[in-house]
């Protein structure tokens, strides 16, 4: 094993019975299945590799989001973008700055090219420590700033002005920031959307995953200047975005009807899971419910591990976080009938 990778601790994903209630991983709650036309499917040629399907969807992609096709790549998931980024950008040696809490991939990747990251602690409201992290760039010169806005898991938007002056800092030490839109959805329109490509060291990530409803695919998608993507390119395997997924995505993306109103059916249960969470919290003696842009919300409370048990025994399951001080849970929207459960044993919880 490579000195660099000693030292990792595999993510590891396990399965679960299907009478288990998942509001630990920020999924969509219900699935588009039933709005594909499977006739298409059938002509799909398992012999062939899948150049033509790739293409069609990353021109259905830009259809739907509004970004030019020769500045969008298509990854097997965000995780396979945030890799390609990494091969792209970094020597071993390089400076990478990652914020905490923020998505566990990023550092991974980057230590796995040999890189030194710096973990900066965000404020504890969750808001950025601009000055601090601009003084770690200006020391620094890092290659790469990634950071995901929303923030996962804390699930705060961070103000626009904070970004432009990262991107700034950015350029000014030769890096770039990457900013990962995965929740963005959910938030309302990105102020960087329509500017991405005026700016020399922005890179923006988009998922299929999580507002479109398409997390069982592993569709990523990369947007960035002529020449990032060219970079990118060079790096990225020819096929690395399977035939089946592609179509299947390029179907449900020509139906922007459809996933419009599935956002709006979304946002609908978010605002229900918030009246639970609220509720939930002003039941509990300090515990601490962040205000949310995304599809899940993230509460602070003593006996939060005792909680995530508490409910998976119900089986409802949700996302513990206990790293160091911090005691947390994360919990995702789903289903009318989902929050009926998980709200009774959230109250039963509390009143024990």
């Not at 899948?50 to 500045?71: C, D, M, Q, R, W």
């Not at 970094?90 to 550092?107: A, K, N, Q, R």
């Not at 890179?203 to 990369?222: D, H, N, Q, V």
Request: contains cysteine; negative net charge; aromatic residues 8%.
């Amino acid at each position: 094993m490579r000195k660099t990778l000693r030292g990792l601790v595999p993510y590891k994903v396990t399965s679960e019975q299907d009478d288990v209630i998942r509001l630990d991983n920020n999924e969509a709650y219900t699935s588009l299945l039933s709005y594909l036309d499977f006739s298409e499917l059938e002509q799909t040629l398992l012999n062939r590799y899948p150049a033509e399907s790739t293409e069609a969807l990353i021109e259905a992609y830009s259809k739907f989001s509004g970004f030019p096709v020769e500045n969008v790549l298509a990854g097997n998931g965000s995780d396979e973008c945030i890799t390609l980024i990494c091969q792209y950008a970094l020597d071993p040696g390089d400076h990478v700055i990652v914020l905490e809490p923020d998505f566990s991939m990023y550092e991974k990747n980057a230590r796995v090219m040999g890189a030194e990251v710096t973990t900066i602690q965000l404020n504890e409201d969750f808001t950025l420590p601009l000055d601090k992290i601009k003084a770690e760039i200006e020391r620094l010169n890092p290659k790469l700033l990634l950071l995901s806005n929303p923030n996962n898991p804390t699930g705060r938007l961070y103000e626009n002005e904070e970004i432009e002056a990262l991107i700034g800092a950015m350029k000014q030490a030769g890096g770039l920031l990457i900013l990962d839109e995965a929740y963005i959805d959910f938030a309302g329109e990105s102020a960087f959307a329509k500017q991405v490509l005026d700016y020399e060291n922005l890179l923006i990530l988009r998922t299929a995953s999580k507002a479109l409803g398409m997390a069982a695919l592993r569709l990523g998608f990369m947007i960035a200047n002529d020449r990032i993507i060219e970079g990118i390119t060079a790096v990225k395997p020819p096929y690395n975005v399977n035939t089946v997924s592609a179509q299947m995505g390029t179907q449900l993306l020509k139906k922007p009807e459809l996933l419009d109103q599935f956002l709006i059916m979304q946002l609908a249960q978010i605002a229900e899971l918030e009246e639970i969470m609220k509720e939930f919290a002003g039941r509990v003696p300090g515990a601490v419910l962040y205000p949310s842009s995304t599809n899940f919300y993230l509460v602070k409370l003593e006996g939060a591990q005792d909680l995530a048990e508490f409910l998976y025994e119900r089986k409802v399951k949700i996302r513990y976080f206990g790293k160091g001080s911090f005691k947390a849970v994360r919990i995702s929207a789903g289903t009318a009938e989902e929050h009926a459960k998980l709200k009774e044993a959230l109250m039963n919880w509390s009143d024990k």
